[in-house]
């Protein structure tokens, strides 16, 4: 950002703000249980409005404009955009692998040496990535899976998989895992431990002592594997994002 450069709110429609060069949208949301108004950054959404049913959007841009530090300091943090192109670097497992178009081959998607090869045409790359990172992460996961609840004798009642950001993976009360396709990008100890924490809900739906114990005897290197997720888990979400203000 140049110097005396100053955030712009510029109220539309749509509403938006201009700031070092970039067209930055405000994505207006109204959730069921708001009861006052937020102003979230959101990793792929960008900046996110949090309206509660009565409040008016006037008061919601008024409240932008005077958060307006806190929220150009924290878009300075988000970490550039990775979306699924030719040529783009994307961790597997940990390990970088390098997206590479390959127009003559046939098939579809497959990894080998470093390279994530994607045959076709260029326009339906993008999906292609995207639809072979979740199958690789539910295969992934599922072995892990598996392998920890038949090591504390627990059964499980299906896994599915989402794009959340503010949690990892979850264990409902039915048995059902969640997790995040991301688990995919992360070193395979790192992941091995976010399925070990749920599996281990299985038989302590909570945080207990008794809990942690289980992750302990399921998953040994509990400290390195959250002290990774520290360091590193929030760039996780640049991977497989187009940015509309091309961030």
């Known amino acids: 950002m140049t110097e005396n450069a100053a955030p712009l709110l510029v109220t539309g429609p749509p509403p938006y703000l201009a700031y070092d060069g970039r067209k930055i949208p405000i994505e207006i949301s109204r959730p069921v249980r708001s009861a006052r108004i937020k102003v ?9 409005l949090l309206l509660p049913k009565r409040a008016s959007l006037k008061a919601g841009l008024n409240f932008l404009k005077q958060e307006i530090d806190w929220i150009t300091s924290n878009i300075n943090k988000l970490p550039s955009a990775v979306p699924f192109r030719d040529g783009a670097m994307l961790p597997v497992l940990g390990r970088m692998h390098r997206i590479t178009h390959v127009p003559e081959q046939r098939g579809f998607v497959w990894a080998e040496d470093g390279r994530i090869y994607v045959a076709g045409a260029a326009e339906h790359l993008p999906r292609r990535v995207k639809d072979w990172t979740r199958k690789m992460a539910k295969t992934e996961i599922s072995v ?17 998989l989402r794009d959340q ?11 059902k895992l969640n997790f995040s396709w991301r688990l995919l990008l992360m070193p395979e100890e790192v992941m091995s431990y976010i399925v070990a924490h749920e599996v281990a809900h299985l038989r302590h739906m909570n945080h207990s002592s008794d809990f942690w114990q289980l992750v302990d005897e399921l998953h040994p290197t509990v400290a390195p594997a959250k002290k990774w997720l520290k360091s590193h888990g929030a760039e996780l979400h640049k991977y497989g994002v187009e940015r509309r203000d091309g961030v």
């Open 40 to 48: 979230r950054i959101d990793p792929r959404r960008g900046i996110v």
């Open 144 to 160: 892990w899976a598996a392998d920890y609840a038949d090591k504390i004798d627990v059964r499980y009642s299906g896994i599915t």
């Open 165 to 175: 950001i503010s949690r990892w993976g979850s264990c409902s009360s039915t048995g």
